[in-house]
């Protein structure tokens, strides 16, 4: 039927009997407010659908389903074998290997002795193993949440205060490890979505110059002993202008429950911090995991991998392990030596476990020039040239917010660095939702297809008939602006119809398409457009509204107001009720 | 074209060629990029293109726009005659008698002398009169921002400490005038449009409880009075138990300027409630002005109308005035009574001056139950019952936003009601933001229209094509959500098909239409669908990305790494490439 109606519009004979014919606009079956509320509730916390698998099992089987999901192990352990082990072994060698320099650095980047640093890539690992939901991530203490770990706990309390700001640090941590669980189970977990990717990118790359910049100053001496030593060949140079790594301490973690500050002005304090490296340390997580399951094709269950995060940071925080989350470089060794799942890092743990054991005297040899180096190669890897470029090419605003982040981290602090960053992500939304964007249509030659005439050139304005589209659900954010560029497109089309002699515009057709949801303010917004296009004798006419745009048009009494033969199910239906008879042949 | 291609898919034969004469997805023309930033800015800052007037005109011609825009009474001015008087002096002498009761009331409300309500009833209005663009406005105290005002300000002195509560009412009304002036020129007025229409309805209806059932307890007496007069006529009655107004003080309002704190720690205070207060005595006002603006049909400049606002409370706030805004019951009335123009407030001035100069000792002797029976048939007003119903109606959670409000002020405290009408509204932005709505599409019966299947119980799905519908522009805050959403369709499609052995799902079409726009985020999010979709041997095509957005594919490099082929320019062009052969006859 629409078939033969586009043939006339087309050029051919116009039947206006025909357009009655034309297929009405659905009114949805009224929903009760129970399940209409219940499916908000349900896309708004659980559109993935967590307990999808326990409908209709048996009780016992979904015991061992919910133990399943909140330790995966069960699950993939059953389909273990000696050949995904072989992998999981190499990389776990691996990543231990390059695990233990890296711990030693960022435990001084967040100011606490070598040895907590390798607390944290023993406890920690072994937790995620059991609970976490990635194949790939290799877990630890990164180098960005160590820095500013060291930089919040820093502004508290001086790191000279050796005691007081490890409690503070343990106390960080397992607050830390609550806001990750509270998240998660809470179902929050799309509150880190806020922090935009151009301000991670800019922020991550910030923070490795900073750190980069903090690294060389300890390979500087090298550089100058290896100069001195090829130029000045025949003098004795003494490498005693090295610094080496200060001792370590044998054994494994010590209990540090009793550490935490659960009152007194540092709990408030502990609390705030641990809230800030929490989230971070989660956005750097999840991004990573994101990834890599992605690569892999398997899904990443982002509340269920909070929860992981947070517990393993709560245990921790009671057995002498700051904040620990995935770490980039790691997992990404990880990932190319071959790892299958999660066994990597228990592989990781074991190895950490003896070093600590045995071994861990030897480190103190180790010129901080080295510990340096490995530290700069890892975080070079945050420093991401190609995404700033496509963002740069992609959108102009989320190139400002990258680059307001990384000058922030690099001219200032981490903490403003952060402040930007997510200043400008909410910027970035109050943008979105005060000043959608609005089109003029025209008619595509030879279709009955209706496109914005600033993206096709070729579409022609209907004469009399002005076509509007408006592009975000109209919300109080934005009711009144959409009110006032729907009229100030019609000024301006009313005075370029005047200045060309023009027939008179006198149908307003607002394609509602994009418009996916209206709230009282956009119903009143319409109310006044509709009164204003009363005034200037200009009907207005909707096309396409929504599912809950016209279940809403309808209880308002909008869709009575302005007559419900107004209302058409596409741009085409409405021009044909409405072209002017000389178009007629 | 569309016509021909139109009645193919209507069930005749299918013409592969044909499809590659489809209009293509118009690329607009790179634009430059001090261009496109030039376009935003206006679009955020400027909309409304302040400057269209001064366009070509002579440079003296600028300055007498440039005043007339600063002072409209110079453009309105010159038309007025005795006609528009004589609406505009009855208006005036009728908002006069019902301001002077009330300005004495709500002074108490803010615990402050009578004699600064009907100061703030003078000097105000006349700077408005000269300012302002509304024609209906009368200004003066109002109840709501009266009552909050008090609130506040008794939170940090209490008001028996008279001087230093007055210095510091002057030093909040100084402030608020500052934070309207400065929103008008920064052109941040959209920010106002964040307190939503549901969350003020409520807080309304809240406000006028509160201050309802405090001037119930000044008419208490009055109504025993009455009773024990009817019951007990023959005893004398004495009638001192009624309360009268204190002493007004004779004379207009002194000087208050070096009353102001601009040192100290009442700075600061005086500051933030300042910017409270300022901030909805804005939001009261411009509700007000936008109504009365629609009803009569002529526009109001929300920016220049805050310069206005915020200039008068700044003259205001050195005249001992306290912060003074649109009132709802005094508009109302000038409204009714016939006003014409802003004279109707110089006229009241006029006869508050007349009022404070001679006849103010005469109020001493008006009980205060009258005063409160005014007030309270002014704020039943803002109590619009019906506003909830249709709230009720149209969107449940813009009725949680309003009874939220609502019950806030009345149980807790205005300030507590505040906060949950704003913490509502931006739960509702961040809704709209985070969790945009999808919707799968079938072909309406007859058409080659594709229209949400939910909404239209007649669509009918095109075997081993799944077609999804995103309602929102794809930005960092949601877009994993809509991957992992459009993934879940799929995957219940795919269930679906599987138990009723249909055609297995080939192609993933996503309608683009309403995608208004697209940034870094979302094209990383685009990239892991299409991968994923790879792994699983299923084309992904897009129908009619909008202007912005294919820019940003192509710029992205995304349009060619799943061919440009695969971008149609309606739904149904690329159902008739792909749609499977055994629908051919």
Redesign the interface.
Known sequence: ???EI??K??GRELDLEDSQRV?KV???PKQK?ST??AA?LK??FF???PLRHFKGQAKSRQLVLGLQALFPILDWGRDYNLSKFRGDLIAGLTIASLAIPQDIGYAKLANLDPQYGLYSSFVPPLVYAFMGSSRDIAIGPVAVVSLLLGTLLQNEIDSSNKVEYRRLAFTATFFAGITQVTLGVLRLG?LI??????AIVGFMAGAAITIGLQQLKAIAPLISVIFATLFVFITHADMHGVAIVNKIKKGVNPASANQIYFTGGYLLKGFRIGVVAGMIALTESIAIG?TFA??K?YELD?NKEMVALGTMNIIGSMTSCYVATGSFSRTAVNFAAGCNTAVSNIVMSFVLLLTLLVITPLFKYTPNAVIASIIISAVIGLIDIE?VI??W??????FIACMGAFFGVVFISVEIGLLIAVGI?FA??L???????T?LLGK??????Y??I????DATKVPGILIVRV???I???????VK??IL?WLIDEEEEVKANKQTRIQYLIVQM??V??????G??ALK?LY??LQ?REIQLVLA?P???V?D?LY??GFANLIGDNKIF??VADAVLAYAPKTEEP
Do not use: C
Request: aromatic share 6%; hydrophobic share 30%.
């Open positions: 039927m629409s078939g586009t043939d519009v087309g297929h659905g009114v949805p407010l209409e509320f908000t896309e708004t559109h993935d659908e799309f979505d806020f922090l935009s990717h151009a994101r992605a690569v094709d982002g995404a496509l963002i090419k992609i959108d102009k605003l989320d992500s970035k939304i943008l979105q939702v005060t000043r959608p964007r089109a595509l030659p030879k279709t009955n297809v496109r914005n600033q993206q096709y050139p592009d975000s659900a919300y109080f954010s934005n009711s009144n602006y006032e560029r100030r398409s994009p996916t949801d209206i709230d009282t303010s119903i009143h006044e009164r204003t005034k396409n929504g599912r809950a016209i809403k209880a308002s199910l596409t």
